[in-house]
T-cell receptor, first 114, second 111 residues
């Protein structure tokens, strides 16, 4: 199946620092989503992007849908200890037999040192 | 509260056994999905169902089976044909904004 290349695989930062991660694909997506997963739990949706070039913020989080539709990035400003977790990007194509199916990146493991 | 309930939280399987993971939702969503999560590999789609009595194979369906007899329920059976079943299994539905709502997962371990 399709694969998304998400980077970096892991990050170790100090509290207060900004974080940036991104996803790239060889295929075009109509929707980009960013999720956060805490240990032993299911992922929770952070930001959804529906239009090429769209820049969306949710508190300290900002995400962009790349103009080419083949990439997206997520920034976290002024990190805090509760930002720790695994962050996933996901892409979706509309229509056909792939209704609702998301393709996920491999995840970015974020560790924040107080 | 509306949501997705997965059970059990932890499950242990002996070699050669079939086990069934439960997924129930009260969100009134039509489509439901099963994903498998392994370290460093993200989430991979096992099966999905768009409506009752219909389901489709995902990318890694071999060794798994599902049923969709009710809108609220989408159980996943891990059969003995699945040679490496130890993983974290996630059930999800999709809402009108095309975002997934995930359950809290079931961790399956072969003993």
């Amino acid at each position: 199946g399709q694969q998304l290349n998400q980077s970096p695989q892991s990050m170790f930062i100090q509290e207060g620092e900004d974080v940036s991660m991104n996803c790239t694909s060889s295929s075009i997506f109509n929707t980009w989503l960013w999720y956060k997963q805490d240990p032993g739990e299911g992922p929770v949706l952070l930001i959804a992007l529906y239009k090429a070039g769209e820049l969306t913020s949710n508190g300290r989080l900002t995400a962009q849908f790349g103009i080419t539709r083949k990439d997206s990035f997520l920034n976290i400003s002024a990190s805090i200890p509760s930002d720790v977790g695994i962050y996933f990007c996901a892409g979706r194509n509309a229509g056909g037999t792939s209704y609702g199916k998301l393709t996920f990146g491999q995840g970015t493991i974020l560790t924040v040192h107080p | 509260d509306g949501g997705i309930t997965q059970s059990p939280k932890y499950l242990f399987r002996k070699e050669g056994q079939n086990v069934t993971l439960s997924c129930e939702q009260n969100l009134n969503h039509d489509a439901m999905y099963w994903y498998r999560q392994d370290p460093g590999q993200g989430l991979r789609l096992i099966y999905y169902s768009q409506i009752v009595n219909d389901f489709q194979k995902g990318d890694i369906a071999e060794g798994y089976s599902v049923s969709r007899e009710k809108k609220e329920s989408f159980p996943l059976t891990v059969t003995s044909a699945q040679k490496n079943p130890t993983a974290f299994y996630l059930c999800a539905t999709i809402d009108r904004t095309y975002g997934y709502t995930f359950g809290s997962g079931t961790r399956l371990t072969v003993v």
